[in-house]
């Protein structure tokens, strides 16, 4: 069965970088395209952006365009958020998903557990 | 960037109801909807996706309509474990958005 499991949570300080890494286990890695989503508390979810294992190319969302990286490492089948230049309203849960189907479809249905980032002086 | 909009944002009901949640986009997106729930702690679920699709294992009380920009997820007759908060999301156009959310409370 398909599964992300997800680094464990961090703290950081404004101004700082983060990575988080998402393992995938029980499916081809480089056969689907992986999403990274985040939900700061109380706020709805976010799209950041996705990465294609196969190829490595990645889209970002415009606000992120300057300040996030997205890797892959196949292998071991690992994807990697880089998120720098951090502020107080990066606080969030991070979650890498993966697309239901091969190709960039957008419909997400295996999620890790989510990574908890917290920015704080 | 296109806008979903959720309805209610919190929904009371009793279980064995019928739930009844609305999504609309600000412009056109097709088919390209999906549904998620959430439970407090835990990622995401998909639930729907083409608007009306089932996702593998979720139960057959899940149902999702489209008319133009309005979705609906029906929850035909809710148990215990459903209690949780909704998310409909648009992936006709980047950047992908989902909408604020819709909680169903006891």
């Known amino acids: 069965q398909a599964q992300l499991v997800q680094s464990g949570a961090e703290v950081k300080k404004p101004g700082a970088s983060v990575k988080v890494s998402c393992k995938a286990f029980?499916?081809?890695?480089?056969?689907?395209?992986l999403h990274w989503v985040r939900q700061a508390p109380g706020q709805r979810l976010e799209w950041m952006g996705w990465?294609?294992?196969?190829?490595?190319?990645?889209n970002f969302v415009q606000k992120f365009q300057d300040r996030v990286t997205m890797t892959t490492d196949t292998s071991i089948d690992t994807a990697y958020l880089e998120l720098s230049r951090l502020r107080s309203d990066d606080t969030a849960i991070y979650y890498c998903a993966r697309d239901r189907e091969t190709g960039i479809r957008g419909e997400v249905d295996v999620w890790g557990e989510g990574t908890t980032v917290t920015v704080s002086s | 960037e296109i806008v979903m909009t959720q309805s209610p944002a919190t929904l009371s009901v009793s279980p064995g109801e019928r739930a009844t949640l609305s999504c609309r986009a600000s412009?056109?997106?097709?088919?390209?909807l999906a549904w998620y729930q959430q439970i407090p702690g835990q990622a995401p679920r998909l639930l729907i996706y083409?608007?009306?699709t089932r996702a593998t294992g979720i139960p057959a009380r899940f149902s999702g309509s489209r008319s133009g920009t309005e979705f609906t997820l029906t929850i035909s007759s809710l148990q215990s474990e459903d209690f949780a908060v909704y998310y409909c999301q648009q992936y006709s156009d980047w950047p992908y958005t989902f909408g604020q959310g819709t909680k169903v409370e006891i």
């Open positions: 029980g499916y081809i890695f480089v056969g689907y395209f």
């Open positions: 412009q056109s997106v097709n088919y390209f």
């Open positions: 083409g608007a009306s």
């Open positions: 990465v294609n294992p196969n190829t490595g190319s990645t």
